[in-house]
């Protein structure tokens, strides 16, 4: 199903049946497990069986740097290997599985790629559908009920927000996940990475530029950070 968004970039919003969650309030952030994984943190922290610290590290650890290593390969892969760029967008649970990735919340993949002309971006408008063996653990805001609903009306405007802009020509497809099928959006390939090797490639790709929030990073950017 397509529609158009109000800045008349004309948006492609795939958008499939939902019907395994007891989804609730649209416009309620927290879900009842959610509220029940509080309750228990809140519990445990209070008879100092954990350390809040502690918790919240190990949840980035997970979040931000394991889990979308897994993704940042397989970009990394498509980028250098044409022939593996063909098999994951025909069959990406295929390709992604052959790299070891595989596991529930991964079982039925889809790769989409950007390039000049379409950009790609990816949001589960009922709930939070997400590919956890190449992305890790979804963070916060793809959760929650202002990124869901607002980025199918105004993908470009969500984008800028993100810090990315786009040209006016350049289309904007979301695309909306399920638990039967969920999206990895390859990002275009940055300038000056000619030469780079896969692991040096993977360090470009961040887990934003795989849900289509974000672009990847120019090689200058990364040494930059590691200055």
């Not at 919003?13 to 927290?30: M, Q």
């Not at 980028?79 to 025909?90: H, I, K, V």
């Not at 990406?92 to 000049?116: C, K, P, W, Y």
Request: proline content about 7%; some cysteine; aromatic content about 6%.
């Amino acid at each position: 199903m397509s529609s158009a968004s109000s800045d008349g970039s004309d948006p492609h919003h795939e958008h499939h049946h939902h019907d395994h969650h007891d989804h609730g309030d649209e416009h309620s952030e927290l879900d009842p497990m959610t509220i029940r994984v509080r309750a228990l943190e809140t519990v445990l922290t209070e008879k100092a069986y954990i350390d809040p610290a502690a918790l919240d590290l190990l949840i980035d650890t997970y979040q931000t740097r394991i889990g979308p290593r897994n993704g940042a390969r397989v970009v990394a892969k498509a980028w250098s290997d044409p022939a593996f760029m063909e098999w994951l967008l025909a069959d990406a649970s295929a390709a992604i599985a052959s790299l070891g990735f595989t596991g529930r919340q991964g079982e039925h993949m889809v790769a989409v790629a950007n390039s000049d002309e379409q950009h790609h971006i990816v949001v589960c408008t009922l709930c939070s559908c997400y590919p956890w063996p190449v992305l890790g653990l979804p963070p916060t805001w793809y959760k929650s009920a202002p990124y869901r609903s607002r980025v199918v009306r105004d993908p470009r405007g969500v984008l800028a927000e993100f810090g990315v802009e786009l040209p006016s020509q350049t289309q904007i497809r979301v695309w909306d996940s399920t638990a039967e099928v969920r999206y990895l959006v390859i990002p275009q390939r940055p300038p000056g990475s000619n030469g780079l090797d896969e692991m040096a490639l993977a360090a470009l790709v961040t887990r934003d530029s795989m849900i289509g929030t974000g672009l990847a990073l120019r090689p200058d950017q990364v040494a930059e950070a590691s200055a």
